[in-house]
Nanobody
Framework: QVQLVESGGGLVQTGGSLRLSCAASGRTVSRYTIGWFRQAPGKEREVVASISPNINHTYYPNSVKGRFTISRDNAKNTVYLQMNSLQPEDTAVYYC??????????????????WGQGTQVTVSS
């Protein structure tokens, strides 16, 4: 069973940057698709990035494309989310999770498991 722990959140001004980390234990995450998600108060959880195993194919929704970058360090069993040009609408709790086996295509929240506890990102205007 894999355990994921997110870190790196905080308070940042509009236009600033943060790098989130998703540290894994119990399983080698290089073998799995890892996703980053966020959930703002009163809103549904949404995907902001995902990275596939092997060829490291990445996915971003239009809302973060060009600003967020997902990457992995297999030696550290950690996945990162670099967030640049942050905007107030990026304020949310950010989570990482592992995609369950057997799924492909567009990443959806229901396909993921082993959610971390989340890390708060607040962007002030």
């Amino acid at each position: 069973q894999v355990q994921l722990v997110e870190s790196g959140g905080g308070l940042v001004q509009t236009g600033g940057s943060l790098r989130l980390s998703c540290a894994a234990s119990g399983r080698t995450v290089s073998r799995y698709t890892i996703g980053w998600f966020r959930q703002a108060p009163g809103k549904e959880r949404e995907v902001v990035a995902s990275i596939s195993p092997n060829i490291n194919h990445t996915y971003y929704p239009n809302s973060v494309k060009g600003r967020f970058t997902i990457s992995r360090d297999n030696a550290k069993n950690t996945v990162y989310l670099q967030m640049n040009s942050l905007q107030p609408e990026d304020t949310a709790v950010y989570y990482c999770a592992v995609r369950s086996p057997g799924y492909s295509g567009y990443p959806q929240v229901t396909q993921y498991e082993a959610w971390g506890q989340g890390t708060q990102v607040t962007v002030s205007s």
